[in-house]
């Protein structure tokens, strides 16, 4: 697979709560490989019990481990992906979400993204819920 990525031309903001490294970038173009889809991902463990109630961090840790088995199961990694959306019950929490994207996401691979604060999830002590669209191979 070939890809570009478009990087952020600045940050989101100097201050407050949307400042600081984020784990996307303003665009991707691919061409080749074969589209993964990968369901939206609660912090669910193998057991399917949900993991980090009230931490976000361990909460979207958790759902970027559930993400990378998909991924592993279809042959690629997070370099692979180009698409996130993101629903979150407090966009307050930008930051927290944030600091754990950036441990599984490269600099070089950051994904295009869409974030969107939501008022319930199918688990009530949910935080946040990821979809990827990945571009493996080629």
Same mark, same amino acid.
């Given at each position: 697979m070939a890809k570009t990525v478009y990087p952020l031309a600045r940050p989101l903001a100097e201050r407050g709560k949307f400042s600081g490294p984020v784990a996307f970038s303003n665009g991707v173009k691919t061409s080749g490989g074969e589209l993964l889809f990968i369901s939206g991902?609660?912090?669910?463990?193998? #057991?399917? #019990?949900l993991v980090g109630p009230g931490d976000m961090g361990a909460q979207t840790r958790q759902v970027l481990r559930n993400i990378g088995k998909a991924l592993q199961q279809a042959g690629g990694s997070f370099q692979d992906i180009v698409r +996130?959306? +993101? &629903? +979150?019950k407090d966009i307050?929490? &930008?930051r927290e979400l944030h600091d754990a994207r950036l441990e599984f996401f490269h600099a070089d691979h950051l994904p295009a993204s869409t974030m969107v604060q939501i008022a319930e999830f199918v688990h009530e002590d949910a935080l946040i819920e990821i979809d990827a669209v990945a571009v493996i191979g080629s």
């Open positions: 991902q609660l912090a669910y463990d193998e #057991n399917m #019990n +996130v959306t +993101v &629903f +979150v307050s929490r &930008f």
